[in-house]
């Protein structure tokens, strides 16, 4: 299924204040929750970006209309992650987050 731009922002912003916030100390909660409120801020030029992009065309997941194939994405991403396991980032003054098959399928269920 495809979702708008806004809807998408919309969900990642509610999967981050509901399943990752609450396990960040303040000072991650501080940076994350201001790095999410600007890049919410450039949707439509990182979308635009996206468009652009000779992959993201070639794969189809933003269509000319700028509407996302969320279904597409998250099914490849989890397939990904049960197939080679979570991964982890770790993000300068926030810490260290691990995502795994699970946690792709509640980010698909906030948006």
Do not use: H
């Not at 303040?26 to 940076?31: A, I, L, P």
């Not at 189809?60 to 994405?73: F, N, R, W």
């Not at 099914?75 to 982890?88: E, F, L, N, V």
């Amino acid at each position: 299924m495809k979702y708008s731009t806004d809807q998408v922002i919309n969900g990642l912003i509610a999967y981050a204040d509901s399943e990752i916030m609450g396990k960040l100390p303040t000072t991650g909660q501080w940076v994350m929750g201001t790095a999410l409120g600007l890049a919410s801020n450039k949707v439509g030029s990182a979308l635009d970006a996206l468009k652009g992009n000779t992959i993201v065309q070639m794969l189809g997941i933003i269509d000319e209309d700028g509407m996302v194939d969320v279904e597409a994405l998250t099914d490849a991403m989890k397939k990904s992650a049960d197939k080679y396991g979570k991964i982890t980032v770790d993000i300068p003054l926030v810490g260290r987050l691990s995502f795994s098959s699970t946690d792709v399928e509640n980010l698909k269920r906030y948006i």
